[in-house]
């Protein structure tokens, strides 16, 4: 038997600065096939309204055929249910909870958009495909993000292969039936690719993309609609040259956008792009954050981005093997770069829009290249992450071009019923803990310090009285441990520990306390 590995790391989610509750990473050990093929862009993981985590990963088998696997935990990282859909090659890329507990799918059957409704044991309910015909051209269409708007309709957007790659939106009913279906093209070259789409608090629709095709200027691109899918305007924004995809819309109180790309430099470097938009479309700047020399990954790019708190976006993606966090504010400043030790990459982001967010993906796990393991994260920017390395980047700011052309076209699509292509049954699974941190305050207070910081052989911690010190090198390995009755100063030997960073927990009566401790 084979199995695939979901690895759960987690940190509560405050502010920057704040108290944080313990931390756990873990993996969760799942039963499946054996396979060395894998989808891993084609992955989601979403908060549910309970707290529990929803997470879909798809992989290929031989054949042409697709597994989907579900799994659901509790917010501490307990699988609580898991199940498979296989069918022939599709693809999910975003999952959407109803309001009766039910899941909405969107993705991709062979060359159709797809839609999946299955209830909350992952039993199926609906299964409908949209595939333009009339025109004599046969092109793969997918949806890449969905947003459920009142009355449990949908809206959606995607992108078609024909007619010079073209951007696709469209309204559906909770059920599959098609409402209305439009072809975009923005800007002056076409090449449309929508990947995100949000709804404004008006109930007019904005949805994002970016294009890269060779030849062809790369551009990023926003459109607006009315609730009922009627055009407003267009913005296009060329870059100098870069190449960038993986489009994530980010809408700021006051209605104010945030564009958050993946871009590729000819060198194949990769970058994280954020574009500034009013609310009108019109561009207030563009910054790029160029990974740094000390960076293993230079090869890293964003895959996914949150907005917290309004006022922070974490944005989150992967290299080879390494994932990365990275935190900035609205205009673009660089708060942290982390390189996470976990064999993941990042490329879902769900949150629920204040201070608390996940991170998910997937890729091959400790048993090898005959498992999968998707990842889950948790965080707490505020707290050491474990095994992590700080960084920090460049950046480059310029005020982009626009372009306003656009047009659209009402295309002939047919929805089939697919039900019988698929099937869905129960899976298992179970955790496997890696770590558990006891909470601790960020920073030892005024009243407790630890010196010489940096040391060489003997710090001592003095102010309180102590109860216990727990020292963690970077990778969150205990290196030393030791339990006191109230006294005031503790001297410790560091001088056996490598040079490095090292995490530092003091037990009081006042509670767990945390501070750095940085080894000469």
Not at 16 to 21: E, G, H, N, P
Not at 286 to 312: E, H, I
Request: glycine content about 8%; charged content about 15%.
């Amino acid at each position: 038997m084979s199995h695939r590995l979901i690895l759960l790391l987690s940190h509560a989610a405050v502010s920057l600065t704040a108290c944080a509750q313990t931390s756990f990473s873990k993996w969760i050990v799942q039963s499946g096939d054996s396979v060395n093929v894998y989808t891993l862009d084609h992955m989601d993981l979403e908060r549910l309204s309970n707290g529990d985590l929803l997470n879909c990963t798809c992989r290929d088998l031989v054949g042409s055929f697709t597994k989907c696997r579900f799994v659901r935990t509790t917010p501490a990282g307990d699988p609580v249910q898991q199940w498979e859909v296989s069918a022939p090659y599709f693809d999910i890329n975003k999952v959407i909870e109803m309001s009766d507990g039910s899941f909405a799918c969107f993705g991709r059957l062979n060359y159709a958009a797809l839609y999946l409704h299955l209830a909350v044991d992952g039993t199926l309910l609906v299964a409908k495909t949209y595939d333009i015909t009339g025109i004599g051209v046969t092109a793969p269409w997918s949806w890449h993000d969905a947003v459920q708007d009142p009355g449990g309709r949908f809206t959606l957007a995607g992108e078609w292969a024909g007619m010079s790659w073209t951007g696709m939106i469209a309204r559906i009913e909770a059920d599959g039936t098609l409402i209305t279906s439009n072809a975009i093209q923005v800007g002056t070259a076409g090449f449309t690719f929508f990947r995100s789409v949000a709804r404004l608090g008006n109930g007019d629709h904005i949805f994002c993309g970016a294009s890269n095709y060779p030849g062809y200027q790369p551009k990023t691109y926003l459109f607006r609609t009315d609730s009922v899918l009627t055009p407003i305007w267009a913005k296009a924004y060329p870059d100098s040259g870069y190449n960038y995809t993986h489009a994530k819309l980010l809408v700021l109180p006051g209605n104010e956008f945030r564009i958050m790309l993946r871009e590729t430099d000819p060198n194949f470097i990769r970058s994280t792009l954020m574009v500034a938009a009013n609310f009108l479309g019109n561009p207030i700047w563009a910054r790029r954050r160029l990974p740094p020399s000390d960076f293993p990954s230079m090869t890293t790019w964003a895959k996914t981005a949150q907005l917290v708190n309004g006022n922070t976006i974490v944005v989150a993606g992967s290299g080879s093997p390494e994932s990365f966090v990275q935190v900035l504010n609205t205009s673009g400043d660089e708060l942290l770069l982390r390189e996470l030790d976990i064999p993941s990459p990042l490329v879902s982001c769900p949150g629920d829009g204040t201070t608390d967010f996940h991170l998910g993906g997937a890729n091959h796990g400790p048993l090898g290249n005959t498992a999968l393991s998707i990842g889950i994260t948790k965080l707490d920017l505020g707290l050491d992450l474990c095994g992590t390395i700080d960084h920090s980047t460049t950046s480059e700011l310029w005020f982009p071009s626009v372009e306003t052309t656009w047009s659209s076209t009402i295309i002939p699509v047919t929805v089939t019923d697919e039900l019988a292509q698929f099937t869905s049954y129960p899976t298992t699974a179970y955790p496997v803990t890696i770590c558990i941190s006891t909470p601790v305050n960020e920073e030892v207070g005024a009243a407790l310090t630890i010196a010489p910081n940096p040391g060489m052989d003997l710090i001592r911690i003095s102010g309180k009285a102590i109860e216990r010190v727990e020292v963690l090198d970077a990778t969150g390995r205990a290196m030393l441990a030791r339990s006191f009755h109230g006294v005031g100063n503790v001297d410790l030997d560091i001088s056996s520990f490598d040079r490095g960073l090292y995490h530092v927990r003091i037990k009081t009566a006042d509670g767990w306390q945390g501070s750095k401790l940085v080894k000469e």
